[in-house]
Structure formats: structure tokens, C-alpha cells
């Protein structure tokens, strides 16, 4: 990683490193790993990333499921 390369690149193109690394996205934003599915839902994400905000620790999922949605794919089938 070279990160004067990126500068460059970013001034040559006329576009904002700060615009696409540091400003606040709202959730309905569309996201560039939005098409991955990593088995939890993005509802289950946002919630995560509103407790984290207000420092709230998720209990973990051994003990109680927290509806992450991952058992609707068959990777987490019997995981909560």
C-alpha cells in the first residue's frame, strides 16, 4: 500500500479521498460490499452500528440468539 500513489490518483481524478473515506453515509446509502452476503442482514448491521455509537455491547450469540439473520442461510443453520 502506498498511499501517495492513492493521493495521486484521487488529484488526478479530481475526486475527494475525504468524501469517500471519512464522511458520515446515511444507511440507505448504497455501499460497494452491499452485494456480498456475509449470512447477516444489513438491518442486523446498522442495529450493530447504532449500539456501537452508544457503546452497547451485543450479548454473545451462544447464550441468546440476537436475530443477525444468519440462519436464514445455510451456513448458520442450527447456529442460534
Do not use: Q
Not at 9 to 30: G, Q, T
Not at 53 to 80: L, W
Request: net charge negative; aromatic share 10%; proline share 2%.
Amino acid at each position: 500500500f502506498n498511499l501517495d500513489t492513492w493521493k495521486e490518483a484521487m488529484e488526478k481524478n479530481n475526486l475527494s479521498i475525504d468524501f469517500y473515506a471519512n464522511r458520515e453515509r446515511s444507511y440507505d446509502e448504497v455501499f460497494p460490499w452491499d452485494h456480498i452476503d456475509v449470512g447477516v442482514s444489513k438491518k442486523f448491521l446498522i442495529r450493530e452500528n447504532e449500539k456501537a455509537k452508544s457503546d452497547t455491547v451485543t450479548p454473545d450469540c451462544r447464550h441468546k440468539c440476537n436475530a443477525c439473520g444468519i440462519n436464514a442461510h445455510d451456513i448458520g443453520r442450527g447456529m442460534c
